[in-house]
């Protein structure tokens, strides 16, 4: 019986969280510059940020998606990671890492890894609920291995950002 009331007060803290929780959608448009090669990518994104505007630390998560217009093919990724946040009347500064989990398939250069990575940006907060702003995001080098070649996975991105709180 303690474990089922422990249970049900858990998902019941859970549930009011989420309720209280502010969430951030951002939208990113940009450029990867390639670490291992001179190709510089179009990059797009989405992300969320969520939690208690009191929180110290916000779990984010992230989609992104770079391709080569002129060649053909793709790199995708999905992070996980912590977020903090310094907010002013106009301004709101992020800092965020963790890790992120990349697919290439460019040809027949087709692998994956899971690497970490850092960003920071500034966004100018235009209204209550949305802002514009720049992101600056680099993951970490990392190599995938294709019929005994490695090719190197990790970037530097610097993406306009489009913010709104829900």
């Not at 989405?46 to 790199?75: K, N």
């Not at 960003?119 to 291995?145: F, P």
Request: hydrophobic share 45%; net charge negative.
């Amino acid at each position: 019986m303690r474990y089922k009331a422990g249970l049900l007060t858990v998902l019941l803290g859970a549930g009011v969280t989420a309720v209280q929780a502010q969430v951030n959608l951002g939208l990113l448009t940009g450029f990867r510059d390639e670490s291992d090669s001179e190709d510089r990518l179009a990059a797009v994104g989405f992300t969320a940020d969520f939690g208690r505007s009191a929180w110290v630390l916000r779990p984010e998560i992230g989609i992104f998606a770079s391709f080569d217009p002129i060649f053909g093919g793709q790199e995708t990724e999905i992070s996980l990671g912590l977020l903090h946040s310094w907010t002013r009347p106009k301004v709101r500064l992020n800092l965020g890492a963790g890790l992120t989990s990349i697919s290439s398939d460019f040809g027949f250069n087709q692998g994956a890894a899971t690497v970490g990575y850092v960003h920071g940006g500034a966004e100018w907060l235009r209204e209550e609920r949305a802002s514009l702003g720049l992101d600056l995001r680099y993951v970490g080098d990392s190599e995938i291995e294709v019929d005994g070649t490695s090719f190197g996975v990790g970037y530097l991105q610097a993406a306009f950002r489009m913010t709104w709180k829900l």
